[in-house]
Structure formats: structure tokens, C-alpha cells
């Protein structure tokens, strides 16, 4: 995959159904996890849960993935969290993306790990194995969540302690 050289990124013009966004922060956890989040446009609307296609500027077609969305719908921007996959099509370079860096975002979330899916109850859990805890992110996040079930029970596996570095910190900041 041959990326446009940082300084080209800018003038490149953006695909259609794609926002162009602006790296805001990265945070690496491990050499396998880190975060980074990405300005919002003002149109992008999302249910908590949901997820999207994201991708890095290139000189032909942007490789994208599906990503879950980490921060919650009321979030000004968009966060996410990742493996490092160091010959991974988008991972080997999504890892290296700094601030003012751009990500293409496709304009359409989709997903069914969304609030209206779930019926209200006493409790609900939610088990997680490493990234995978970026949906559950997002909704333990958002108010609604907390006025449709009482207790809020979320479990997080990983290979290695410091991998709940991410999930520490999610809930630690609730």
C-alpha cells in the first residue's frame, strides 16, 4: 500500500461517502493497543455501539476496516481503539498516525450493539476480550444506558495485565 506522503494528505480530495477527519490524539498503551481520536464533523450522527469504516489517505483506493466507535453519541469527537497488526494492510500504518494527521471515516455507521436493541433490565453485562471492549466503551458512556438498567456489570480479558490499561482508564474517568 503506497500512503501519500504526510505533507500531500491535505490537498488530496477526500472520496465520495467519506469525511476526511483530523488526528486529535493517540495514546499508546502497549506495542500491541493504543487509541487515537479524530475531530467529529458536525453531520456525523451515531448510536452508541455502532461502528464504521475508517481508512488512511493513499494514492488509489484507501484500505478500510470496520472499527467500533469507543466514545459515546454525545462525544464532540470520535474515538477509537486498536491492535497493532505490524503487517496488518491498515494497522501497520494506523499505528504510526500522529496529531493533525488525516483518517477517512465513511459517512454511515452501522451496527446492532446499540441501546435500542436491548431491553431494559436490573442488570446489564457485558464481556469483552481485548479491543473489543470499544463498543462497550461507548455505551457505558451514555446517560441512556444508566436510565435503562440499574447496574452495569462489564468484563474485560486480555493476554496480559497491562492490556486493561485502556478499560482502567475508561472506567476510572466514568
Not at 112 to 121: E, F, I, M, N
Request: charge should be neutral; include cysteine; hydrophobic fraction near 40%.
Amino acid at each position: 500500500m503506497s500512503l501519500i506522503d504526510p505533507s500531500q494528505r491535505q490537498s488530496a480530495p477526500t472520496p465520495a461517502g467519506m469525511f476526511a477527519q483530523t488526528v486529535t490524539q493517540v495514546q499508546h498503551f502497549t506495542d500491541r493497543l493504543f487509541r487515537f481520536r479524530i475531530t467529529r464533523p458536525a453531520s456525523f450522527r451515531f448510536r452508541s455501539g455502532e461502528f464504521v469504516m475508517i481508512g488512511l489517505p493513499n494514492a488509489t483506493k484507501p484500505v478500510m476496516r470496520a472499527y467500533s466507535i469507543a466514545s459515546p453519541a454525545w462525544d464532540d469527537e470520535i474515538e477509537f481503539y486498536s491492535i497493532k497488526v505490524p503487517d496488518g494492510p491498515l494497522t501497520a500504518h494506523l499505528q504510526r498516525v500522529q496529531p493533525g494527521d488525516t483518517v477517512l471515516m465513511k459517512t454511515k455507521p452501522t451496527g446492532t450493539l446499540v441501546l435500542d436493541a436491548l431491553l431494559p433490565g436490573q442488570r446489564l453485562y457485558m464481556f469483552a476480550t481485548g479491543t473489543g471492549i470499544a463498543p462497550f466503551a461507548s455505551l457505558i458512556r451514555d446517560p441512556e444506558t444508566y436510565e435503562k438498567f440499574a447496574q452495569i456489570i462489564l468484563c474485560h480479558t486480555c493476554r496480559d495485565a497491562d492490556e486493561l490499561a485502556y478499560g482502567h482508564d475508561l472506567v476510572r474517568d466514568l
